[in-house]
Protein backbone atom coordinates (compact mmCIF):
# COMPACT_ATOMS: atom_id res chain seq x y z
CA UNK A 1 0.00 0.00 0.00
CA UNK A 2 1.24 3.22 -1.27
CA UNK A 3 0.19 6.38 1.72
CA UNK A 4 -0.46 9.72 -0.03
CA UNK A 5 2.47 12.69 -0.54
CA UNK A 6 2.16 15.00 2.32
CA UNK A 7 4.18 18.37 2.75
CA UNK A 8 3.74 17.99 6.31
CA UNK A 9 5.40 14.39 7.29
CA UNK A 10 8.38 12.41 5.59
CA UNK A 11 6.24 9.51 4.05
CA UNK A 12 8.85 7.56 3.26
CA UNK A 13 10.07 7.95 6.62
CA UNK A 14 6.76 6.96 8.36
CA UNK A 15 6.12 4.34 6.44
CA UNK A 16 8.81 2.45 8.01
CA UNK A 17 8.06 3.96 11.36
CA UNK A 18 7.47 -0.47 12.64
CA UNK A 19 10.23 -1.99 10.22
CA UNK A 20 12.61 -2.81 13.16
CA UNK A 21 9.46 -3.94 15.89
CA UNK A 22 10.05 -6.97 18.69
CA UNK A 23 7.71 -5.76 21.07
CA UNK A 24 4.52 -4.36 21.82
CA UNK A 25 6.04 -0.87 22.42
CA UNK A 26 5.98 1.40 19.36
CA UNK A 27 2.66 0.38 18.26
CA UNK A 28 1.13 0.87 21.95
CA UNK A 29 3.07 4.19 21.87
CA UNK A 30 2.11 5.19 18.37
CA UNK A 31 -1.85 4.60 19.40
CA UNK A 32 -1.21 6.26 23.00
CA UNK A 33 0.05 9.01 21.35
CA UNK A 34 -3.05 9.58 18.62
CA UNK A 35 -5.25 8.98 21.47
CA UNK A 36 -4.24 11.89 22.95
CA UNK A 37 -3.69 14.15 20.16
CA UNK A 38 -7.88 13.12 19.01
CA UNK A 39 -8.58 14.01 23.01
CA UNK A 40 -6.77 17.57 22.44
CA UNK A 41 -8.56 17.94 19.04
CA UNK A 42 -5.30 18.03 17.22
CA UNK A 43 -4.29 21.34 18.86
CA UNK A 44 -0.23 21.34 17.42
CA UNK A 45 0.71 23.63 20.02
CA UNK A 46 -0.03 21.57 23.30
CA UNK A 47 2.87 19.56 24.45
CA UNK A 48 2.25 15.79 25.18
CA UNK A 49 4.02 14.75 28.37
CA UNK A 50 5.30 11.35 28.18
CA UNK A 51 3.28 9.79 31.30
CA UNK A 52 0.52 10.75 29.54
CA UNK A 53 1.16 8.44 26.82
CA UNK A 54 2.45 5.92 29.15
CA UNK A 55 -1.24 5.88 31.11
CA UNK A 56 -2.75 5.85 27.55
CA UNK A 57 -0.24 2.90 26.58
CA UNK A 58 -0.98 1.01 30.01
CA UNK A 59 -4.90 1.56 28.82
CA UNK A 60 -4.65 0.04 25.71
CA UNK A 61 -2.63 -3.12 26.61
CA UNK A 62 -4.47 -3.26 29.73
CA UNK A 63 -8.05 -3.83 27.52
CA UNK A 64 -5.87 -5.97 25.72
CA UNK A 65 -4.60 -8.74 27.84
CA UNK A 66 -7.44 -8.64 30.29
CA UNK A 67 -10.21 -7.94 28.41
CA UNK A 68 -9.60 -10.07 25.65
CA UNK A 69 -6.61 -12.42 26.83
CA UNK A 70 -4.11 -10.93 24.25
CA UNK A 71 -0.35 -12.63 25.08
CA UNK A 72 1.59 -10.10 24.50
CA UNK A 73 5.52 -11.91 23.15
CA UNK A 74 8.03 -13.17 25.84
CA UNK A 75 10.26 -10.02 25.35
CA UNK A 76 7.27 -7.72 25.84
CA UNK A 77 7.31 -6.48 29.27
CA UNK A 78 4.39 -4.81 29.29
CA UNK A 79 2.57 -7.63 31.16
CA UNK A 80 5.09 -7.43 33.99
CA UNK A 81 4.17 -3.93 34.00
CA UNK A 82 0.54 -4.78 34.01
CA UNK A 83 1.02 -6.74 36.71
CA UNK A 84 2.63 -4.21 39.02
CA UNK A 85 -0.44 -2.06 37.99
CA UNK A 86 -2.74 -4.59 38.70
CA UNK A 87 -0.97 -5.37 42.36
CA UNK A 88 -1.21 -1.69 42.96
CA UNK A 89 -5.22 -1.38 42.13
CA UNK A 90 -8.11 -1.73 45.09
CA UNK A 91 -9.69 -5.26 43.73
CA UNK A 92 -13.10 -4.35 45.53
CA UNK A 93 -13.35 -1.38 43.49
CA UNK A 94 -12.24 -1.99 40.12
CA UNK A 95 -13.45 -4.72 37.53
CA UNK A 96 -12.05 -3.71 34.08
CA UNK A 97 -14.85 -4.83 32.26
CA UNK A 98 -17.00 -2.21 34.25
CA UNK A 99 -15.02 0.58 34.18
CA UNK A 100 -14.83 3.13 31.32
CA UNK A 101 -12.29 3.96 29.73
CA UNK A 102 -12.01 7.31 31.13
CA UNK A 103 -11.90 5.58 34.50
CA UNK A 104 -9.32 3.18 33.73
CA UNK A 105 -6.62 6.09 32.28
CA UNK A 106 -7.94 7.64 36.07
CA UNK A 107 -6.72 4.45 37.98
CA UNK A 108 -3.67 4.14 36.09
CA UNK A 109 -2.42 7.54 35.73
CA UNK A 110 -2.16 8.04 40.06
CA UNK A 111 -0.27 4.54 40.23
CA UNK A 112 1.97 5.15 37.42
CA UNK A 113 5.56 4.33 38.82
CA UNK A 114 8.48 4.98 37.67
CA UNK A 115 9.40 1.61 36.77
CA UNK A 116 7.11 1.96 33.90
CA UNK A 117 8.31 4.82 32.73
CA UNK A 118 10.82 2.78 32.05
CA UNK A 119 8.59 1.71 29.22
CA UNK A 120 9.82 5.13 27.49
CA UNK A 121 13.72 4.40 28.37
CA UNK A 122 14.06 3.52 24.19
CA UNK A 123 10.55 3.78 21.83
CA UNK A 124 10.06 7.30 21.72
CA UNK A 125 13.91 8.24 20.41
CA UNK A 126 13.27 4.45 18.24
CA UNK A 127 9.71 5.58 17.09
CA UNK A 128 11.43 8.28 14.76
CA UNK A 129 14.03 7.12 14.28
CA UNK A 130 13.15 6.51 10.26
CA UNK A 131 13.44 10.06 9.93
CA UNK A 132 17.39 9.90 10.69
CA UNK A 133 18.68 7.27 9.55
CA UNK A 134 21.49 8.95 7.37
CA UNK A 135 22.47 11.08 10.51
CA UNK A 136 22.75 7.77 12.12
CA UNK A 137 24.65 5.53 10.35
CA UNK A 138 27.47 3.95 12.23
CA UNK A 139 26.60 5.11 15.88
CA UNK A 140 26.97 2.84 18.58
CA UNK A 141 23.37 1.86 20.50
CA UNK A 142 24.66 3.70 23.67
CA UNK A 143 24.68 7.16 21.18
CA UNK A 144 21.39 6.88 19.37
CA UNK A 145 18.98 8.05 21.37
CA UNK A 146 20.87 11.45 22.54
CA UNK A 147 21.09 11.80 18.58
CA UNK A 148 17.64 11.49 17.93
CA UNK A 149 17.00 14.11 20.04
CA UNK A 150 19.23 16.72 19.08
CA UNK A 151 18.16 15.89 15.70
CA UNK A 152 13.88 15.78 16.43
CA UNK A 153 15.06 19.49 17.22
CA UNK A 154 17.46 20.30 14.94
CA UNK A 155 15.90 19.17 12.03
CA UNK A 156 11.97 19.03 12.86
CA UNK A 157 11.15 21.60 10.05
CA UNK A 158 13.34 19.73 7.09
CA UNK A 159 12.80 16.17 8.23
CA UNK A 160 9.23 16.72 9.84
CA UNK A 161 9.71 13.56 12.51
CA UNK A 162 6.57 12.99 14.51
CA UNK A 163 7.27 14.84 17.36
CA UNK A 164 10.65 16.53 19.20
CA UNK A 165 11.79 15.47 22.43
Known sequence: MTLPPSQNLDIEAFSRLFNRTTNSYKYLFFLGLLDILRQQQFDEVRLVPLKDVVVEMLARAWRAHYTYQLKFGTQDQI???????????????????????????????????????????????????????????????????????????????????????
Open 79 to 165: VEKLKELDNALPKSLFRVSDASSTELKGMIQGRVADSTIELLRYVPFRLIRPFFEEELWGAKDAQVNQKISVLSQEKFETRKPLYTL
